[in-house]
């Protein structure tokens, strides 16, 4: 195994960076920032507006003038409002052999294009995965515990682990990700459900505990705002896990897992008392309990009133597997 990394990459291949976009003009301008600071130049930034009604397009304008690599395109009626109908047409505008998708109130290290092809090319690697740093002012500047991985089921370790590997946090070869698409009937889960896909096929992975980027949740960020349940999260939820329950319903391992996602969310909302959610997918919660109609419809209102029983349901449900 290779412990040392050159100090020059020894090719200078193109690497697109996608931003979807929604309503971020306070704060695009700094993204963008980070990346023109970036000390690997071959790169291409495109920027695809989900329908913004700010000023993100006269922040923008301003990055177009100027810098060539920069590109900034309204997303197409032909893709599906939101921000994977945004990925996946800022994927089928670019060109470059690596991609890496990005979020538009996210920081970049100066080096992380730099530390990452170095990864890449390093290991001939078709992934790269680092983490995010908990201090803006404080990138890491050299790769550390770095190792590589060669999975032919990446996949499973992904989900069975629950290793949190963020949109940010990862560069994939070309070819590794033209196959897929985001599913954008999604508005949760995203890269997740994504990853799921793109991790079952063979795959050389590098990893690195290196802090390179900064994730920068703010009011009205998504992650900020599934904690407030919203209703078309909750659908999003629900619907992933339905699909991933019907992709590994042969693999009882797996299914337990996905189920628990669903086991999750139906403790989640009791305790919020959002019943009419509950009832709205008696049936998908049952079955992710899998307990019968009956003895569910007891459940919930025992679980209602008390705040009690969910060990029992999570007990019962083990025990069916």
Same mark, same amino acid.
């Given at each position: ?14 690497? #697109? ?21 970036? =000390? ?37 009626? =032909? ?53 995010? =740093? ?29 290793? #949190? ?157």
């Amino acid at each position: 195994m290779k412990t040392e990394l050159d100090s020059t990459l020894q090719s200078h291949p193109l690497v #697109s960076i996608l931003i979807p976009t929604y309503n971020r003009a306070h704060l695009l301008g700094e993204t963008l920032d980070s990346v023109l600071a970036q =000390t690997y130049t071959h790169w291409e930034c495109i920027v695809v507006d989900d329908g913004s009604t700010d000023d993100t397009a006269l922040v923008v304008s301003s990055y177009l003038a100027r810098d060539s690599r920069f590109f900034y395109y309204q997303r197409p009626e =032909t893709f599906k409002p939101g921000g994977n109908g945004a990925r996946n047409f800022g994927f089928q505008l670019s060109k470059g052999a690596y991609i890496h998708w990005f979020d538009s109130d996210d920081l970049m290290a100066p080096q992380k294009l730099e530390l990452t092809l170095n990864g890449l090319l390093l290991f001939s690697a078709d992934v790269f995965v680092c983490k995010p =740093t908990s201090d803006s002012h404080s990138f890491a500047t050299t790769l550390t515990n770095l190792r590589e991985e060669f999975s032919t089921d990446f996949y499973r370790t992904y989900l069975l682990n629950r290793l #949190s590997i963020l949109t940010g946090d990862v560069v994939f070869k070309r070819e590794v990700v033209a196959p897929f698409t985001f599913d954008e009937a999604l508005r949760k889960a995203q890269e997740f459900e994504f990853f799921t896909r793109v991790f079952a096929q063979p795959l050389r992975i590098v990893f690195t505990n290196s802090g390179l980027w900064y994730h920068r949740e703010t009011m009205d960020s998504i992650s900020r705002l599934s904690g407030n349940l919203n209703e078309h999260q909750l659908n999003s939820l629900v619907y992933l896990s339905s699909q991933l329950q019907k992709r590994y319903a042969s693999d009882s391992e797996l299914l337990h897992e996905v189920k628990r996602y669903g086991r999750k969310l139906y403790i989640s909302l009791v305790q919020a008392k959002k019943v009419r959610f509950v009832f709205t997918h008696y049936g998908f919660f049952a079955r992710c309990f899998s307990v019968s109609y009956p003895a569910f419809f007891f459940w919930i209102f025992y679980n209602l009133l008390t705040q009690k029983g969910f060990d029992a349901l999570r007990k019962k449900s083990s025990q069916s597997l």
